[in-house]
């Protein structure tokens, strides 16, 4: 069965912080890797990775996919306040209707002042 | 552009009624997409439609569940007959292409409580 598990969990730290999110998956033909930001309502788009070792950077955040360690990190530099949300991880396979995105548990960070 | 619209944001219902959650995709989109979020968990796929079909529903239970995409109107996902398990937040998505994921738009959710 496909998958994909992102750790921790959770995460509490205080701002100025780096952080680093992790998420692994386990799917057939795999075809891209996905990172979502959900601040209680809509999950937002952050970034789309589907070559190995190719950093997208986005501000203070940046991701990168291993496809041999079949993982991907999301690194927050200076976190601030309004980092505060779930942090989402999804993965697009080939075949099948390609409209289905196998999402992870969500990593939810809580930035402290 | 005001983006993909989903109502009501929250909705509650006895156990054993129906309930009626509608999404509005954005503007210039004919993909739809519902996902399923329960407490604590990932978003889970339930189903995939154009309009007027349905292209995947694999992640939809076979029973009480049911999904349109009408030529005109709001996608519906419907519940009948709910159950205390249905309590959840269900998000629709949106997309230009089949791309997906890269293209897709989330609506805010309806929040679905049986009581």
């Known amino acids: 069965e496909d998958k994909v598990v992102q750790s921790p969990l959770s995460l509490v730290v205080h701002e100025g912080d780096t952080v680093t999110l992790n998420c692994s998956y386990e799917?057939?033909?795999?075809?891209?890797l996905l990172w979502y930001k959900q601040e209680k309502k809509a999950p937002t788009f952050l970034f789309m990775l589907?070559?190995?070792?190719i950093e997208k950077k986005s501000g203070r955040l940046s991701s990168i996919l291993d496809k041999k360690e079949l993982s991907s990190i999301l690194n927050i530099t200076a976190t601030q306040t309004g980092d505060s949300a779930i942090y989402l991880c999804?993965?697009?396979?080939?075949?099948?209707?390609?409209?289905?995105?196998?999402f992870g548990k969500g990593t939810k960070l809580s930035v402290k002042p | 552009n005001a983006g993909v619209m989903q109502n009501p944001r929250h909705l509650v219902r006895r156990r054993g009624q129906e309930a009626r959650l509608r999404c509005s995709p954005m503007?210039?989109?004919?993909?739809v997409y519902w996902y399923r979020q329960l407490p604590e968990e990932g978003l889970k796929f339930m189903v995939y439609?154009?309009?007027?079909?349905?292209?995947?529903e694999s992640g939809m239970p076979k029973e009480r569940f049911s999904a349109e995409f009408p030529k005109e109107g709001p996608s519906i996902l419907r519940i009948q007959q709910v159950v205390r398990g249905d309590s959840a937040a269900y998000f629709c998505?949106?997309?230009?292409?089949?791309?997906?994921?890269?293209?897709?738009?989330f609506g805010s959710g309806t929040r679905l409580t049986v009581v």
């Open positions: 998505a949106s997309s230009s292409s089949r791309d997906g994921g890269y293209g897709y738009t």
């Open positions: 799917v057939t033909n795999f075809r891209s």
């Open positions: 589907t070559s190995s070792g």
């Open positions: 999804a993965v697009m396979n080939y075949g099948g209707s390609q409209g289905n995105l196998i």
């Open positions: 503007k210039g989109h004919s993909h």
């Open positions: 439609l154009q309009k007027e079909n349905i292209i995947d």
